[in-house]
């Protein structure tokens, strides 16, 4: 995964890769003490195995399309879906075609 975070007010392009997704690499676009957005590649047949997020999640599909599983459940997402979980929830994804989607994680609050 590389590193390419945003400044404070600096605009990011989200569009899709298009042509250049198959040479394209996962990249964190920000990380802040309360927010992470990780742009995630998958080529097609890659897996992901199950896992957790340290905080609620949002999986927005950019381009080509995923399997999602949670809960039991596989989810198919497209260009344009938007997933949501709880922290903690346990999930797997899998490419069906190369893709690409904005993975953003809300981090709990850390108390003093």
Do not use: W, Y
């Given at each position: ?15 899709p890769?298009?042509?250049t ?26 897996v ?19 399997t ?45």
């Amino acid at each position: 995964m590389t590193t390419a975070l945003a400044q404070l007010s600096e605009v990011i392009d989200v569009r899709p890769l298009a042509d250049t997704l198959a040479s394209s690499q996962t990249t964190t676009l920000l990380k802040t003490n309360h927010v992470e957005v990780i742009r995630m590649v998958l080529r097609a047949g890659k897996v992901i195995s199950e896992h957790k997020a340290p905080g609620e999640i949002l999986v927005q599909c950019l381009e080509g399309r995923i399997t999602f599983t949670a809960m039991g459940e596989q989810k198919q997402l497209r260009a344009g879906d938007l997933l949501h979980l709880a922290t903690g929830d346990v999930h797997a994804v899998e490419a069906v075609l190369d893709s690409s989607f904005l993975l953003t994680i809300i981090l709990p609050s850390r108390k003093a």
